[in-house]
């Protein structure tokens, strides 16, 4: 995803009442992350377990809070997920970047990247990919999905450089 447009995101999530942007840094979304490290709203976390812990902890004070990680990450958070997030239903927006969608990917992602979709229907997470054309509007749809107390997941494709 282009520069412009990551950098866009962070701005509009940060305008439209996301307080806390935690996670472990990814290059799949690099310029998001350092939009948030220039405007001092960035907190990285060593583990993604860690980030939704501090995340939760904010959402429960009423702080709206996205949580993001690279889809490995995800799969290391599953348990932490469904035994906190889901059964205390603490609503979070989780960004997620997906390593291995691409067949030329490097061999460690691809196993992932091809369950990653069918993980999240299973934990039943609504999941809206991102798209350059369509940003906007997934946001919005991720808004929603917190004001109404609901976790939900945005994806990032990742791009080869």
Not at 110 to 137: A, H, T, V, Y
């Amino acid at each position: 995803m282009k520069e412009k447009i990551q950098r866009d995101i962070f701005d509009y999530f940060s305008k439209n009442g996301i307080e806390n942007f935690i996670g472990v840094p990814d290059s799949t979304m690099k310029y998001f992350i350092e939009q948030g490290l220039e405007q001092k709203k960035i907190l990285i976390t060593t583990k993604e377990e860690e980030a939704i812990g501090i995340g939760a902890g904010f959402c429960i004070s009423k702080s709206p809070t996205i949580i993001f990680m690279q889809n490995a990450g995800f799969g290391n958070s599953i348990s932490t997920i469904t035994s906190l997030i889901q059964l205390y239903e603490i609503p979070l927006i989780f960004l997620i970047g997906w390593r291995g969608y691409k067949k030329n990917d490097a061999p460690e992602h691809l196993g992932f990247g091809k369950i990653q979709n069918q993980l999240l229907k299973i934990l039943d997470i609504p999941f809206k990919i991102m798209s350059e054309n369509e940003w906007k509007s997934i946001c919005d749809w991720s808004l929603h999905n917190l004001h109404k107390n609901n976790s939900c997941a945005l994806i990032i494709k990742r791009e080869h450089e």
